[in-house]
């Protein structure tokens, strides 16, 4: 019975003196150290698009890796193309330095803009320093953007011309866009003269949808606005002044219209019929200043 007492004793006094820096048994709980083998080697071509207005594809590409990136290329599935290397140290398009995102742009080349709706094909590959290769490719069939449409012209098809003072008329125009009247950005139009020579010095003549808030000259103590009857309605004016030593004949005209985005309207065609006046007994000097749809 004694050495059973002796037995339990010796036991507990080892149990207490058990040494507590002792390694952890497999039951232990070890804690949870964050490595590079939690980063997931990928990429991601996160943007691909096209500006009509600088005529240049956008795109990023998202890398993530556990080890340095030896490069990033692209190619714009050009047939015989080489690729073209993208950085992220924030040169030549990319945006930010280090931020594990690639931004490149490419223009289009003049030569090939008449297939700028076509498909056109982005092709990245990324290769680490361990020559580990990752693919994408994605596909954007740019939609060209719509051009103003113009309607029928609408003025008097004859005007003939006086002796002694200005013949007047008002041309109006009828412009649309699919996407809204502030997709339009101008209207002018070409007036040829029935001597062979452009008027307006072979300008360009505007039409205005200002409501005729501007006056253009003043004559006899009379203002002379565009004509233009409502600002921003698509309506788009230009007053017509005929000065005695005007030129007689046909006028050809040619309306045009661009976009914000420089896309043209189809031109449209029309004519005004310009006849003498019974006779010219005085001198027009006056009327030397008055440029614009005749002279």
Partial sequence: MRSQIIIIVLLVFSLTQCDLSS?????????????????IYSMEISQFEFDFLSQEF????????????????YNM???????????????????????????????????????VDSLWTLEVIVRNQAQDSLGETVTLQPERPAPPVIGAASHL????????????????LEISHSQGLDEIRDVSMMSLKPDGTYANRGQPIPLYDDGGSVVFYSFEGIDFTSGDSLANDGVYSLLLALAPNN??????????????????????LDSIIVLPAGSLSRSNEQFVGLDGVFK
């Fill in 23 to 39: 390694p952890p048994t497999t039951f232990d709980e070890e804690p949870y150290v964050s490595g590079s083998d939690d980063i």
């Fill in 58 to 73: 956008f795109f990023s590409v998202t890398v993530s890796s556990p080890i340095e990136i030896a490069e990033v290329v």
């Fill in 77 to 115: 599935g050009i047939s015989g193309s080489p690729f073209l290397a993208l950085n992220d140290l924030g040169q030549d398009g990319d945006i930010l330095i280090g931020d594990g995102r690639y931004d490149g742009s490419w223009r289009l080349p003049d030569s090939m803009s008449t297939y």
């Fill in 157 to 172: 098809d004859t005007l003939t011309l006086l002796t002694n003072g200005l013949v007047l008329d008002t041309l109006t």
């Fill in 247 to 268: 030129l007689n004949g046909v006028y050809h005209w040619t309306f045009t219209s661009r976009s914000w985005l420089g896309i043209e309207a189809i031109p449209v």
